[in-house]
């Protein structure tokens, strides 16, 4: 059974960093192709970027709204997701969620929530 | 902000039918398959229809798809109080190098 079991979220300042982290099971993460998700409150989702297996070459894409500011990583030797977002503002509010990529987004997390405020 | 348009919401009364509609362009829907996500109060989303028209196993098959176009479909028939949920699209954008969501819709059983 894939599990993908997010971490890290909380409050923080404008400007502030937060790095969230996604331990995955379940399936081989290495060769897996991780995307993260958000949902701000009352809100639609939003892809965020995602990286590819290392077999792919293991590069990441990011969409434009968090392109220069949120960075995405992964540690195949702890079956382990990262997200670092800097620079962050009050409309990164949200729910973020780490899926899986099967060909398609087939798996997602529980979330955390990140909340950008003063 | 979300490149696919779909309605706010839909509603219906138990054992009607539904249909949720997902508007692209020819950059995503027109030359990408379209995947739907249903999510309940609270809860992550759950894959419900992937590669246009195909479910996942243990997915009711009172639930179908359809693409045509730049658009895209999911209808419910013989709706069930347990349907109400909100419901996204999602497909890949070439233009933008980027996945796309559709705006979401909010399906409430009368």
């Known amino acids: 059974e894939v599990k993908l079991v997010e971490s890290g979220g909380g409050l923080v300042k404008p400007g502030g960093s937060l790095r969230l982290s996604c331990a995955a099971s379940?399936?081989?993460?290495?060769?897996?192709?991780m995307s993260w998700v958000r949902q701000a409150p009352g809100k639609g989702l939003e892809w965020v970027g995602r990286?590819?297996?290392?077999?792919?070459?293991?590069?990441?894409d990011y969409p434009a709204p968090v392109r220069g500011r949120f960075t995405i990583s992964r540690d195949d030797s702890k079956n382990t997701l990262y997200l670092q977002m800097n620079s962050l503002k009050t409309e990164d509010t949200a729910v973020y969620y780490c899926?899986?990529?099967?060909?398609?987004?087939?798996?997602w997390g529980q979330g955390t929530l990140v909340t950008v405020s003063s | 902000q979300s490149v696919l348009t779909q309605p706010p919401s839909a509603s219906g009364t138990p054992g009607q039918r539904v249909t949720i509609s997902c508007s692209g362009s020819r950059s995503n829907i027109g030359i990408n398959s379209v995947n739907w996500y249903q999510q309940l109060p609270g809860t992550a989303p759950k894959l419900f229809i992937y590669h246009n028209n195909q479910r996942p196993s243990g997915v009711p098959d009172r639930f179908s798809g359809s693409k045509s176009g730049t658009s895209a479909s999911l209808a419910i028939s013989g709706l069930q109080s347990e349907d109400e949920a909100d419901y996204h699209c999602?497909?890949?954008?070439?233009?933008?190098?980027?996945?796309?969501f559709g705006t979401g819709t909010r399906v409430t059983v009368l």
């Open positions: 999602l497909t890949w954008d070439d233009s933008l190098h980027g996945y796309v």
């Open positions: 990286i590819k297996g290392k077999i792919d070459g293991g590069t990441a």
């Open positions: 899926v899986r990529e099967s060909d398609l987004i087939d798996s």
């Open positions: 379940g399936f081989t993460f290495n060769t897996a192709w």
